[in-house]
């Protein structure tokens, strides 16, 4: 671990380092949590801790069907699936939001890939404040509708600003086709409540990727 300056939690200073025992993880790709965490949080968000202004993060939704697949429906259940058995939940639905995630759909046109997540409004000082998750015409058979509420779990996660993907197929963020698992691992879910369990500002960048003494998971 390397040895660092002061950053300022609101006006609060903040010694670095602070304790990040390295966690043990499932996936054979990543030596410990930490490791994985800086690796789905360096696009966009370059290992700096940022947080949403509230939790449960609000889904906005809108009618949207292509065929006998209602994408509304499997986003709802995507974010179900994120939210169990967690202390706290993720995600809620919430039509009034005027933050958070609103579902976007393209109903003239496919879109490549067929879904994805775009950060489309910033706060004052760089924090996302919006993201779309965009879907096109793309699936329109009630056979697809699987594999269009595993796409909107991978798309979550980044929702959760896990923006990276992860080389493990056994993660929802493998980033080499599209994912082959239904539901968040438990690596993933481990990542996301590190993250947002960490002061916001924090440099992960600043730590190191040895193993160290693991914890328990």
């Not at 043990?24 to 965490?37: D, F, G, T, W």
Request: charged letters at 20%.
């Amino acid at each position: 671990m390397k040895t660092a300056g002061t950053i300022f939690i609101g006006k609060i200073p903040l010694q670095l380092p602070i304790p990040l025992p390295r966690q043990q993880v499932n996936s054979s790709h990543y030596a410990n949590l930490l490791e994985l965490l800086k690796e789905l949080t360096t696009p966009f968000f370059n290992q700096i801790v940022t947080h949403w202004p509230d939790y449960p993060i609000p889904i906005r939704l809108v009618e949207a069907t292509n065929g006998p697949i209602d994408l509304a429906a499997c986003l709802t259940e995507a974010a179900e699936i994120w939210n169990q058995n967690e202390p706290t939940p993720w995600f809620e639905v919430d039509s009034s939001a005027s933050w958070g995630i609103r579902l976007v759909h393209f109903q003239d046109r496919e879109i490549h890939p067929p879904l994805a997540a775009q950060i489309t409004r910033l706060d004052s000082i760089g924090r996302p404040l919006r993201v779309h998750l965009l879907a096109g015409t793309n699936y329109n058979s009630l056979l697809a509708r699987p594999y269009v509420v595993r796409g909107f779990v991978h798309e979550l996660g980044h929702a959760l600003f896990l923006w990276g993907h992860s080389t493990d197929r056994i993660h929802c963020l493998w980033g080499l086709a599209p994912p082959l698992v239904s539901e968040p691992s438990e690596d993933e879910r481990k990542a996301a409540r590190l993250w947002h369990g960490l002061p916001d500002g924090l440099d992960l960048s600043q730590y190191d990727n040895l193993p160290g003494e693991l914890s328990s998971p």
